[in-house]
């Protein structure tokens, strides 16, 4: 008797433990927040793409609930942190918030990465720095039309400054390929950063230079903007696209370059596996950015404050890795 009573507790036990248990399982893989949530920079401390996540962890985890911490992983210009993320759990615990364009793309094609641009769930772009087109402000240049005209009447008199391999000397290669010049119409001048090719323009060392555009801000004085390889006209300059300027001329479109993209990134896989949490975490991203005050502290922090979305993030992102592998340097 005593046994059978011993088998039967047993036996209860069990079945109470398995059932208390079950959904504890069950829900592991759906319940979203997790207690913690950590962005990934995969840049240094201090830079745009860290400002921009730990000004978005700050305001995002008082959406969510939960505590988001920011880590840095920095190295072989961001490989080393999209690395790192890639091997962290893609249970919606880890984001990559960092410069998802072009950092991610450059380094698929320069190393020999083991992920691809379909192993990451871009959720949005919000600091979108454009290349902006513009000359010493001394020159006689009004219009971009009017600057690549006299390159091609003049081959290889006037210099454009660009950090090579940015997005800066692809647009400007886009642009003369779109307006007919070829190679050497225009004699480009290299500098290892922005700085010194933005202090070469405003010194009349070179005619034009196509660099990020808030970054061109400080010479603002220096130089006249030509246009914007951007979809639409930017606040802070007085130019046109550059497919305004084509169409403006009769030429056809040229495919645009987006510069530096700041935004949100998770696994695919925690995309795919739960739609719904990856939805709250869209949801709750839209949300802060349409916050007035939050909105408001990042203008005065000079942060952008764009929402693309999904689909449009991603849209551009895999457009412009087929011009970033056509403009890859060969070794």
Same mark, same amino acid.
């Given at each position: ?12 036990? *069990? ?17 979203? +927040? ?11 401390? *201090? ?27 920095? *190295? ?9 993320? =890639?091997?962290? +759990?893609?249970?919606? #615990? ?50 971009? *039309?009017?600057? =690549? ?14 950090? +090579? ?30 700085? #010194? ?35 639409? +006209?930017?606040? @802070? ?55 007035? @005050? ?38």
């Amino acid at each position: 008797m005593n046994m059978k009573r011993r088998q039967f507790a047993a036996a209860a036990l *069990g079945l109470s433990l398995a059932t208390a248990l079950a959904p504890l399982g069950a829900s592991a893989d759906t319940a979203w +927040p997790p207690r913690k949530i950590t962005f990934v920079v995969a840049l240094g401390p *201090g830079g745009s793409a860290d400002r921009t996540a730990r000004a978005l962890a700050q305001r995002m985890q008082q959406e969510l609930g939960v505590p988001i911490s920011v880590v840095n992983q920095e *190295g072989g210009g961001g490989h080393v942190g999209h690395t790192y993320f =890639m091997n962290m +759990p893609d249970d919606g #615990s880890y984001f990559l918030a960092s410069s998802i364009h072009p950092y991610i793309s450059n380094a698929i094609l320069r190393f020999d990465a083991d992920y691809s641009l379909k192993d990451f769930a871009f959720i949005n772009a919000q600091w979108n720095d454009y290349d902006l087109f513009a000359v010493n402000a001394k020159t006689p240049y009004e219009s971009l *039309g009017a600057f =690549m005209q006299a390159a091609k009447d003049n081959p290889g008199t006037l210099k454009a400054s660009v950090v +090579p391999n940015s997005t800066g000397a692809i647009n400007l290669a886009l642009a003369m390929e779109a307006f007919g010049l070829s190679e050497g119409d225009i004699n480009v001048v290299t500098y290892q950063s922005g700085g #010194s090719a933005r202090t070469a323009v405003a010194g009349g060392q070179v005619d034009l230079t196509v660099l990020a555009a808030d970054g061109t801000l400080s010479i603002a004085e220096y130089v006249r903007p030509l246009a914007v390889a951007a979809d639409a +006209p930017l606040k @802070d300059w007085d130019a046109p696209t550059l497919n305004a300027v084509l169409t403006e001329n009769g030429l056809d479109k040229a495919p645009v370059l987006a510069g530096s993209m700041r935004g949100l990134a998770a696994h695919a896989s925690f995309r795919d596996k739960n739609p719904e949490a990856f939805e709250k975490m869209v949801e709750a991203y839209h949300t802060v950015l349409q916050d007035p @005050d939050f909105v408001a502290s990042l203008e005065a922090q000079d942060i952008g404050t764009e929402w693309l979305g999904p689909e449009r993030t991603t849209e551009i992102i895999e457009s412009n890795f087929e011009i970033l592998k056509r403009f890859q340097p060969t070794e």
